[in-house]
Antibody, heavy 124, light 108 residues
Framework: QVQLVESGGGVVQPGGSLRLSCAAS????????MHWVRQAPGKGLEWVAF????????YYADSVKGRFTISRDNSKNTLYLQMNSLRAEDTAVYYC?????????????????WGQGTMVTVSS | EIVLTQSPGTLSLSPGERATLSCRAS???????LAWYQQKPGQAPRLLIY???SRATGIPDRFSGSGSGTDFTLTISRLEPEDFAVYYC?????????FGPGTKVDIK
């Protein structure tokens, strides 16, 4: 079945780096855009980044621009998020999510499949 | 950046009652790009509605979405025990995606 599995979370000191991975299965990964969305403890959802199906376009939230980099390896069905210069406010569960696409291949601007998330804690 | 506001913050209802959740945008949102999600504690969000009014795959027809411009509504016609959760609206525009702060539907 369609599945997204995140990994790579953990505890890191402020200013440190971490790379998250998201392994996709059950669908043609190379055909879909992918997102990272995060949720701080007890808070709401915040979109972080998007990458087009072929990696040709990437968008970022202002809060992470210049510090985080989204990438993908379609040969490995894997999405990545490289996080540098981490701050306490980056502490959150990080979800990868698949771009929803309509019957004619158009983007729905929504996230139709989500992973279970990986926790990132930035603390000294 | 378009800011989404949801009301009420918490909705206390009984099973079988009708729930009406509001999502208001700081500027006009394309109806094609307004979505609703349900999230239960310890779980990932689940897509309910996309394009303001289209139900996602497998979503029961007691969930419906409506609205346009800056005002959107999610309606749950008769609350089932499994519907008590937090609901988020979300929009896409100008290469940015934003979520509302959420409405918690809890048992009265």
């Amino acid at each position: 079945q369609v599945q997204l599995v995140e990994s790579g979370g953990g505890v890191v000191q402020p200013g440190g780096s971490l790379r998250l991975s998201c392994a996709a299965s059950g669908f043609t990964f190379s055909s879909y855009g992918m997102h990272w969305v995060r949720q701080a403890p007890g808070k709401g959802l915040e979109w972080v980044a998007f990458i087009r199906y072929d990696g040709s376009n990437k968008y970022y939230a202002d809060s992470v621009k210049g510090r985080f980099t989204i990438s993908r390896d379609n040969s490995k069905n894997t999405l990545y998020l490289q996080m540098n210069s981490l701050r306490a406010e980056d502490t959150a569960v990080y979800y990868c999510a698949k771009e929803g696409v309509g019957r004619f291949g158009e983007s729905l601007g929504a996230f139709d499949i989500w992973g279970q998330g990986t926790m990132v804690t930035v603390s000294s | 950046e378009i800011v989404l506001t949801q009301s009420p913050g918490t909705l206390s209802l009984s099973p079988g009652e009708r729930a009406t959740l509001s999502c208001r945008a700081s500027q006009s949102v394309s109806s094609s790009y307004l979505a609703w999600y349900q999230q239960k504690p310890g779980q990932a969000p689940r897509l309910l509605i996309y394009g303001a009014s289209s139900r996602a795959t497998g979503i029961p027809d007691r969930f419906s979405g409506s609205g346009s411009g800056t005002d959107f509504t999610l309606t749950i016609s008769r609350l089932e025990p499994e519907d008590f959760a937090v609901y988020y609206c979300q929009q896409y525009g100008s290469s940015q995606f934003t979520f509302g702060p959420g409405t918690k539907v809890d048992i009265k």
